[in-house]
């Protein structure tokens, strides 16, 4: 039985390693991959910034139509 976990695990193990092949991101220093993450989380909240923005703009046109 534990030959058989053994080899299952080793298995697994190969697997994982085919599937997730080391790329730039990953071999990039902590502060930049914290920068990175900040500019994202920026940019992230300024789109859905834009998008409520776009929103308000469009409800607001929609309602002075039927005021009229």
């Keep these: 039985m534990m030959k058989w976990f053994m080899t299952l695990t080793e298995a697994t193990e ?4 085919a599937a997730a ?22 940019l992230g909240v300024f789109l859905v910034l834009a998008l409520f923005f776009v929103t308000i703009k469009l409800m607001q046109k929609i309602g002075a ?3 009229q």
Excluded: I, Y
């Design 21 to 42: 092949p080391q790329t730039d991101l990953t071999q990039l220093p902590l502060f930049t991959k914290g920068l990175l993450t900040t500019a994202m989380g920026l």
């Design 65 to 67: 139509k039927d005021a």
């Design 14 to 17: 190969t697997v994982v390693e």
